[in-house]
């Protein structure tokens, strides 16, 4: 009776590691199930400071303007990079719905290449690829539900964070030399901590993520103050190379 008890319990325990696997690959974050508080959001603007990192040396890049701006119905991201030593900019504009980050629209211009992406039933838009002036009709038809990829480091801020908080989150992003369609975008590990930050100590949670644009082969660190939800740092991990961004 005991080795049948014991062989029951082994099953029972093989069925639920199984069933738990199986439902985190299933049930990712999408806006259907958004466990966000999307009423943490506000319109704000702040600026980061680019840097990369080698042998403990800073050297600045650039800089990155985010603008958000909230109203009733939809939300507003606008992120401008602007590099050193170049008059060229990068902007990337999104809209999503203010109850749960839906996608609305996204709108990406730099001197490689032009994208417009308008989600609804389908998605449609258009890329423009500026070195050879090919330019691509998107029209595409997806039955998952999903966050804009440019919009999910926004979305980690205002999730239910805690020690240990891991999550999959389905993203879509387009790139024709990359990955086009519904991805997904993982938080790895969350723990609460504390930094030195502008001469003070700042309690924040470190969230450690990756995604498929990158094959998980790129690691971020996101520094996120406790108390304000605002992003402090954020650490790029990519091989070799290492890169900071840091709020002015």
Avoid at 91 to 98: K, L
Avoid at 166 to 195: F, H, L, R
Avoid at 240 to 247: A, D, Q
Wanted: proline share 3%.
């Amino acid at each position: 009776m005991k080795n049948i008890t014991a062989i029951l319990l082994c099953i029972l325990l093989l069925s639920s590691l199984c069933s738990n696997k199986l439902y985190s690959q299933e049930h990712k974050l999408t806006p259907l199930n958004n466990t966000a508080n999307t009423s943490l959001i506000q319109s704000e603007s702040s600026k980061m400071s680019w840097l990369d990192l080698q042998d403990s040396i800073k050297t600045k890049m650039g800089e990155v303007i985010t603008e958000i701006v909230k109203e009733e119905k939809k939300i507003y991201l606008i992120t401008t990079v602007v590099l050193k030593n170049s008059p060229s900019k990068w902007i990337d504009s999104t809209i999503v719905t203010t109850h749960n980050f839906s996608p609305v629209y996204h709108a990406s211009y730099n001197p490689q290449r032009e994208m417009v992406l308008k989600f609804g039933e389908h998605i449609t838009g258009y890329y423009l690829n500026k070195k050879t002036n090919a330019r691509t009709k998107i029209s595409n038809t997806v039955a998952k539900p999903f966050f804009d990829s440019n919009f999910y480091p926004q979305l980690i801020r205002f999730l239910p964070l805690q020690e240990n908080y891991t999550t999959n989150i389905s993203i879509y992003d387009y790139k024709p030399m990359g990955k086009i369609g519904v991805i997904t975008a993982t938080i790895k590990n969350t723990e609460e901590t504390n930094i030195h930050f502008k001469g003070k100590n700042r309690r924040v949670w470190k969230i450690k993520t990756t995604d498929d644009i990158s094959d998980n082969a790129v690691i971020s660190i996101y520094y996120i103050e406790m108390s304000t939800r605002k992003i402090l740092r954020q650490e790029i991990n990519a091989g070799e190379r290492k890169m900071i961004m840091e709020l002015m």
